[in-house]
C-alpha cells in the first residue's frame, strides 16, 4: 500500500523534457510513476491533481537560512514556495566548524544576514551543526563549509595573507568537513574576514575541495582592479589552477555591468571552453539584499566585529571613511532598510537611508553608522542596483539555475523571500514566456541536484526520494511586493519532503521531516 497516490496531473519531471500525463505513488519515501491504469492501487490517501502539474521539489541553491530555519522550523517562506532542499553556508559565511568563541562572534558578524536569534548554540563540528537539521526543520539543507569559519580558525580575524602551515590545517579541515557530510566550499569576497583570503590561499583550499569531489562557490570580489570583470576572471583563475568545479553565486548586472550581460556570458562560455566546469546562478529580481556594514571598508574589519563596532563609534573613524562604501551599493542614501534587531529602530524597516537620516537630521554615513552600532550590526538592507532586462537574458543561458537568495529576517525584506519560485513559474513562464514551463523546472530542480551533488533527488522517477511539488499551471504567482513583502505566493497546492505531506491545499500541516542531504546521496533520510 503506498501513503500517498497522486493521480491526473501532468508531470514535468525535472529532466527539462516536456510534461506527460501520469500517476505518482509515494512509499517509504520513494517515488514509483504509473503509466497505466492504477485501479488496482491502494493507498491511505489519494490527492487529486487534475489540471496541476506535479514537479521535483525545488533546490534553492543560495539561501541564508541556517540559522532561522531552525529558530523557525516550519520556514513558511520557502516551503509555501515548493521549495524542498536549500543549500545552507554560502557566501563564505556560515556556522561551522567553528570554536564557541568564534562561534559567537561569527553570530554579531552575520547578524545583519541571518539575524541572531535565540537557539541553543552548543555545537562546533559540522555534524553538531547539521544535527540540529535532522527531522527538526520542514526542509532539507546541504551545507558548504565557508572559508571564513575556516580562517578564522587557522589565521584569526586579522587582515593578512596565511601562513603555509595555515593553509594546510584550512585544507585539513576541509578534508574533514567533506568528510563529515559538506558538499564543498563557498566565499563571499566581499565579505570579511573571508575577504582577507588572496587568490594563491583560495586555490590551494579549491584543489582540496576537488579531491574530496567537492565544489567551489563563490561571490566574486566586485571591488577588485577594474571593479568589472577582474573578479569574474580571479573565479576563473582559482578553477583553472586548482581543477575544481566553479559555480558563481547571484550572477548579476550590478550597476557597473548594467547592459553588458553579452559579455557576462560570453565570460562563462569561454571559461568553460578553457575547460573550467563553471556555472551560475540568478535570482529573477532587479534588487539586491545583504546587510548594512558591506558600506564599510573591509579592512576595518580586521580584529573581527567588537572590533569594527568600536571604530563605528569613533569620530575620526567616520571622517576617514565618509564616501568610501563601495561602489556596487549605488548611493548610500538609496539603501532600503529592510531588518533591524530592536524594537526601537523597527520604524526605519521600509525607509530608504536617505529617509531615516532626514528624519534623524544626520548625514546619511553617520545614519549608517549610529544603526549598526545600535543594532551591533544587526542591519539588512536592498538596493535596487540591476536591471529586469539584463536578468531576463541572464537566466535564459544553460548555465544558470536559480536560486532567492533570501533574508529571511525584518517586516520589509526583498519580496524575493516569499516570491522566487512561483515568480518563475507564473511571471516569467507563463506570462512572458522566456522560457519553458520545463526548462524553468529543470533549473531548480535536476540541474541544482546534479551540480551539487544531490542523488536521488531534482527528478520525478522510480527510486528518486519523494521531494514533490504540485501546482496549479494557470493561477501560480509570487505576489510579494517591495511595499507588502511578506506575502505567501498562490498555487503552490501540496508540498512532500522525504514522503511526508508538509503543504496541503496552500497550507503547512506542521510536519518537521527535513534532513540534512550529504553529497553523492549520502542522506540521512
Not at 580558525?153 to 596565511?162: I, K, M, S, Y
Not at 525584518?410 to 524575493?416: A, I, L, W
Request: charged share 20%; net charge negative.
Amino acid at each position: 500500500m503506498y501513503e500517498y497516490l497522486i493521480r491526473g496531473g501532468m508531470i514535468i519531471d525535472g529532466s527539462g523534457n516536456v510534461g506527460f500525463k501520469a500517476d505518482l505513488g509515494i512509499s517509504d519515501n520513494r517515488i514509483t510513476v504509473f503509466r497505466g491504469d492504477v485501479t488496482g492501487q491502494s493507498a491511505r490517501t489519494t490527492v487529486d491533481a487534475s489540471g496541476l502539474v506535479v514537479a521535483p521539489g525545488f533546490i534553492d541553491v543560495h539561501t541564508h537560512s541556517g540559522l532561522v530555519a531552525l529558530a523557525d522550523p516550519k520556514n513558511e517562506p520557502k516551503l509555501r514556495q515548493g521549495v524542498t532542499t536549500e543549500v545552507i553556508g554560502l557566501d563564505g559565511l556560515g556556522y561551522a566548524p567553528l570554536s564557541p568563541a568564534n562561534l559567537e562572534m561569527m553570530l554579531v558578524r552575520n547578524s545583519g544576514l541571518d539575524g541572531y536569534p535565540e537557539l541553543d548554540y552548543g555545537w562546533s563540528t559540522i555534524p553538531q551543526y547539521l544535527e540540529r537539521f535532522f527531522r527538526r526543520t520542514s526542509a532539507n539543507v546541504a551545507y558548504l563549509i565557508p572559508n571564513s569559519c575556516l580562517r578564522v580558525e587557522t589565521v584569526g580575524w586579522d587582515n593578512r595573507p596565511a601562513t603555509s602551515d595555515e593553509i594546510a590545517s584550512m585544507q585539513a579541515m576541509i578534508r574533514e568537513g567533506m568528510a563529515q557530510g559538506a558538499i564543498g566550499m563557498s566565499t563571499g569576497l566581499q565579505y570579511p574576514p573571508g575577504s582577507f583570503a588572496d587568490t594563491h590561499e583560495l586555490v590551494q583550499l579549491c584543489k582540496t575541495v576537488r579531491e574530496c569531489g567537492g565544489i567551489y562557490v563563490t561571490h566574486v570580489r566586485y571591488d577588485v582592479g577594474d571593479s568589472v570583470f577582474d573578479g569574474f576572471r580571479e573565479a576563473l583563475k582559482i578553477g583553472l589552477l586548482s581543477g575544481c568545479p566553479v559555480h558563481i553565486s547571484h550572477f548579476f548586472a550590478t550597476i557597473a555591468l548594467r547592459g553588458q550581460t553579452s559579455r557576462m556570458l560570453e565570460f562563462v562560455d569561454d571559461a568553460r571552453a578553457r575547460g573550467v566546469d563553471m556555472t551560475f546562478d540568478a535570482y529573477p529580481w532587479e534588487a539586491g539584499s545583504t546587510m548594512l556594514d558591506i558600506a564599510c571598508p573591509q579592512e576595518d574589519y580586521s580584529g573581527g566585529p567588537h572590533a569594527l563596532l568600536t571604530k563605528l563609534q569613533d569620530k575620526d573613524y567616520r571622517e576617514r571613511t565618509r564616501g568610501c562604501s563601495s561602489g556596487i551599493l549605488g548611493r548610500i542614501d538609496g539603501m532600503v532598510i529592510s531588518a533591524v534587531s530592536t524594537p526601537a529602530n523597527k520604524w526605519c524597516e521600509g525607509l530608504t537611508v536617505g529617509a531615516v537620516a532626514q528624519k534623524l537630521v544626520k548625514d546619511p554615513w553617520d545614519t549608517i553608522c549610529d544603526l549598526l552600532v545600535e543594532e551591533k550590526l544587526g542591519v539588512a538592507f536592498y538596493t535596487f542596483g540591476g536591471d529586469m532586462k539584463d536578468v531576463k537574458i541572464i537566466i535564459t543561458h544553460p548555465a544558470h539555475m536559480f536560486c532567492s537568495d533570501a533574508l529571511l529576517i525584518g517586516e520589509m525584506p526583498n519580496p524575493r523571500t516569499y516570491a522566487t519560485f512561483p515568480k518563475v513559474l507564473g511571471h516569467i513562464v507563463r506570462d512572458e514566456r522566456i522560457m519553458s514551463l520545463e526548462q524553468a523546472i529543470r533549473k531548480m530542480t535536476s540541474f541544482p541536484a546534479q551540480r551539487f551533488g544531490l542523488a536521488d533527488r531534482g527528478l520525478l522517477r522510480d527510486g528518486m526520494k519523494a521531494d514533490i511539488v504540485v501546482f496549479d499551471p494557470v493561477t501560480v504567482s509570487g505576489v510579494a511586493t517591495f511595499a507588502k513583502p511578506k506575502q505567501y505566493p498562490i498555487g503552490i497546492e501540496y508540498v512532500w519532503v522525504n514522503g511526508e505531506m508538509v503543504i496541503e491545499h496552500g497550507t503547512h500541516t506542521g510536519a518537521l521531516p527535513g534532513v540534512p542531504v550529504l553529497m553523492s546521496g549520502r542522506s540521512t533520510a
